[in-house]
Protein backbone atom coordinates (compact mmCIF):
# COMPACT_ATOMS: atom_id res chain seq x y z
CA UNK A 1 0.00 0.00 0.00
CA UNK A 2 0.97 3.39 -0.51
CA UNK A 3 -0.37 6.37 1.59
CA UNK A 4 -0.22 9.99 -0.20
CA UNK A 5 -0.88 13.03 1.44
CA UNK A 6 -1.26 16.51 -0.61
CA UNK A 7 -0.87 20.07 1.00
CA UNK A 8 -0.47 23.92 -0.09
CA UNK A 9 -3.61 24.37 -1.90
CA UNK A 10 -5.41 27.88 -1.41
CA UNK A 11 -6.97 30.65 -3.11
CA UNK A 12 -4.40 32.75 -5.14
CA UNK A 13 -4.98 35.43 -7.80
CA UNK A 14 -4.59 35.61 -11.48
CA UNK A 15 -0.80 35.31 -12.18
CA UNK A 16 0.06 34.11 -9.17
CA UNK A 17 2.19 31.07 -7.98
CA UNK A 18 1.40 28.08 -5.74
CA UNK A 19 3.74 25.13 -5.00
CA UNK A 20 1.98 21.79 -4.16
CA UNK A 21 3.58 18.88 -2.03
CA UNK A 22 2.53 15.26 -1.54
CA UNK A 23 4.14 12.88 1.12
CA UNK A 24 4.41 9.61 0.15
CA UNK A 25 4.74 7.06 2.37
CA UNK A 26 4.17 2.70 2.63
CA UNK A 27 5.70 0.64 -0.60
CA UNK A 28 6.67 3.32 -2.93
CA UNK A 29 8.91 1.17 -4.42
CA UNK A 30 10.00 3.18 -7.90
CA UNK A 31 6.63 4.52 -8.81
CA UNK A 32 6.45 6.97 -10.85
CA UNK A 33 4.42 10.17 -9.34
CA UNK A 34 2.48 12.26 -10.35
CA UNK A 35 -0.94 15.17 -10.62
CA UNK A 36 -3.72 14.91 -11.76
CA UNK A 37 -7.00 17.43 -11.42
CA UNK A 38 -10.31 17.29 -11.03
CA UNK A 39 -12.71 20.75 -12.21
CA UNK A 40 -16.95 21.09 -10.70
CA UNK A 41 -18.55 19.22 -13.28
CA UNK A 42 -15.82 17.91 -15.26
CA UNK A 43 -13.77 14.14 -15.22
CA UNK A 44 -10.57 14.01 -13.44
CA UNK A 45 -7.80 14.91 -15.51
CA UNK A 46 -3.96 14.45 -16.07
CA UNK A 47 -1.62 17.29 -15.48
CA UNK A 48 1.97 16.14 -14.61
CA UNK A 49 4.02 13.25 -14.11
CA UNK A 50 7.27 12.14 -13.33
CA UNK A 51 9.68 8.85 -13.51
CA UNK A 52 11.34 7.46 -10.11
CA UNK A 53 14.58 8.49 -11.37
CA UNK A 54 13.17 12.21 -13.06
CA UNK A 55 14.76 11.34 -15.58
CA UNK A 56 11.47 11.73 -17.82
CA UNK A 57 8.61 14.15 -17.20
CA UNK A 58 5.30 15.07 -18.95
CA UNK A 59 2.94 17.31 -19.12
CA UNK A 60 -0.69 18.45 -20.54
CA UNK A 61 -0.44 20.75 -23.10
CA UNK A 62 -2.35 23.37 -21.46
CA UNK A 63 -0.33 23.81 -18.33
CA UNK A 64 3.37 23.38 -20.60
CA UNK A 65 5.62 26.19 -19.68
CA UNK A 66 4.05 27.22 -16.81
CA UNK A 67 4.06 23.91 -14.44
CA UNK A 68 6.86 22.12 -13.44
CA UNK A 69 7.23 18.76 -11.63
CA UNK A 70 9.98 17.49 -9.37
CA UNK A 71 10.56 15.13 -6.54
CA UNK A 72 12.92 14.21 -3.75
CA UNK A 73 13.26 10.53 -3.37
CA UNK A 74 15.84 10.76 -0.06
CA UNK A 75 12.34 12.68 1.27
CA UNK A 76 9.23 11.08 -0.30
CA UNK A 77 7.67 14.04 -1.91
CA UNK A 78 6.95 14.96 -5.01
CA UNK A 79 6.13 18.91 -5.88
CA UNK A 80 4.13 20.68 -8.45
CA UNK A 81 5.26 24.11 -9.04
CA UNK A 82 2.53 26.30 -10.73
CA UNK A 83 3.08 29.81 -12.12
CA UNK A 84 0.84 32.12 -14.34
CA UNK A 85 -1.91 30.34 -13.24
CA UNK A 86 -5.43 30.97 -14.43
CA UNK A 87 -9.15 30.65 -13.25
CA UNK A 88 -9.31 27.57 -15.50
CA UNK A 89 -6.53 25.79 -13.27
CA UNK A 90 -8.95 26.00 -10.41
CA UNK A 91 -9.76 22.84 -9.43
CA UNK A 92 -9.11 19.75 -6.78
CA UNK A 93 -5.34 18.64 -7.68
CA UNK A 94 -4.88 14.88 -6.75
CA UNK A 95 -1.37 13.09 -6.25
CA UNK A 96 -1.22 9.77 -7.57
CA UNK A 97 1.39 7.29 -7.79
CA UNK A 98 1.83 3.59 -9.50
CA UNK A 99 3.98 2.11 -12.29
CA UNK A 100 1.36 3.86 -15.50
CA UNK A 101 1.43 7.75 -14.10
CA UNK A 102 3.45 8.44 -16.89
CA UNK A 103 3.28 5.74 -19.85
CA UNK A 104 0.06 5.57 -19.10
CA UNK A 105 -1.29 9.01 -17.65
CA UNK A 106 -2.81 6.52 -15.02
CA UNK A 107 -2.80 6.70 -11.35
CA UNK A 108 -2.85 3.54 -9.23
CA UNK A 109 -2.59 5.01 -5.68
CA UNK A 110 -4.47 8.28 -4.85
CA UNK A 111 -4.04 11.07 -2.16
CA UNK A 112 -7.16 13.11 -0.61
CA UNK A 113 -6.41 15.83 -2.98
CA UNK A 114 -6.29 20.22 -2.02
CA UNK A 115 -7.97 22.51 -3.61
CA UNK A 116 -6.86 25.35 -5.70
CA UNK A 117 -9.30 28.22 -6.51
CA UNK A 118 -7.94 31.06 -9.02
CA UNK A 119 -9.45 34.18 -9.00
CA UNK A 120 -9.96 36.22 -11.71
Known amino acids: QVQLVESGGGLVQAGGSLRLSCAASGRTGNYAMGWFRQAPGKEREFVAG????????DYADSVKGRFTISRDNAKNLVYLQMNSLRPDDTAVYYC??????????????WGQGTQVTVSS
Open 96 to 109: AAGPNVVAYRRGTY
Open 50 to 57: ITWGGGRT
